[in-house]
């Protein structure tokens, strides 16, 4: 007796974080059934100033008695500033995300304080008030929630850029790529910035896919309708919320291939 075969539906995601972070949010979509599809759009570069300042800061954090607290609020800029200030360090530390923190762990940083939600507004809400001085290392842009916040709190802030992020240059086969995937996934507002700046508008996957409330909104800034936020803003957080999301789509129809 024959049997009807299951078709089985293949959907591709982009990934646009840059290409130096692609591996891991790639390992977990194709794990969880997905097919990743690598198409950075930021690139990870130096500081302005060629790192100076952050320099400077280092210096300075490796003296006890300057900073009372350090703020960090990505991988990338626990990496930057790691370079050019190797632990101990005498201040505390403070950490948005999981990423962020087993970083700073894995280098035997040891973290003081970790928000309960990854962003910047419940940073300052967990932070406590003083009289110090805070050294805030971070991206070029990025907004004014965390400093403005801290200072609100009574801290002095030195407010480091520890690296910049930039849009690299594209060509038709990622065009090509782009056009073929069924979801995009956003990790940061730079890479939708960016990807608005790269491919347009009329290049966004009919399914978007946002690790957390700051990147959806910058999704929104550009009219760009956000079908899934995950509610954990970590890598695993959103493929599991993408996981859940593709759960509750229709299934495909019977294939009509008949096994004899």
């Given at each position: 007796m024959g049997t009807v075969r299951q078709s089985v539906a293949i959907v591709r995601v982009a990934v646009t974080r840059a290409a130096a972070q692609v591996d891991d949010l790639a390992r977990r979509l194709e794990v969880a059934g997905f097919v990743p599809v690598a198409v950075p759009v930021i690139d990870i570069v130096d500081a302005a100033d060629g790192g100076a300042a952050l320099r400077a800061a280092a210096?300075?954090?490796?003296?006890?008695?300057?900073?009372?607290?350090?703020?960090?609020?990505?991988v990338n800029g626990v990496?930057?500033?790691?370079?050019?200030?190797?632990?101990?360090?005498?201040?505390?530390?403070?950490a948005i995300g999981s990423a962020t923190a087993s970083r700073l762990h894995d280098r035997n940083v040891a973290?003081?304080?970790?928000?309960?939600?990854f962003v910047a507004e419940s940073l300052v809400e967990s932070f406590p008030f003083g009289s110090g001085v805070v050294l805030l290392a971070r991206a070029a842009i990025a907004r004014d929630v965390l400093p403005d916040g801290l200072r609100a709190k009574g801290w002095s802030l030195d407010v480091v850029e520890a690296y910049r992020t930039v849009a690299p240059a594209i060509d038709e086969r990622q065009r090509r790529e782009i056009a073929s995937c069924d979801v995009v996934t956003f990790?940061?507002?730079?890479?939708?910035?960016?990807?608005?700046e790269l491919f347009g508008l009329d290049a966004v996957p009919p399914t978007v896919a946002c690790i957390g409330p700051i990147t959806a909104a910058a999704c929104r800034q550009h009219g760009i309708a956000v079908h899934?936020?995950?509610?954990?803003?970590?890598?695993?957080?959103?493929?599991?919320?993408?996981?859940?999301?593709?759960?509750?789509?229709?299934?495909p129809p019977a294939s009509t291939t008949i096994d004899s």
């Open positions: 210096a300075r954090l490796v003296h006890p008695g300057h900073y009372d607290w350090v703020v960090l609020t990505s990496d930057r500033l790691l370079a050019v200030a190797p632990p101990p360090w005498p201040a505390k530390v403070a973290v003081e304080l970790v928000p309960p939600r990790t940061s507002p730079s890479t939708v910035h960016n990807f608005v899934i936020e995950a509610a954990l803003h970590t890598v695993p957080g959103l493929v599991d919320a993408l996981v859940a999301h593709q759960k509750h789509l229709p299934s």
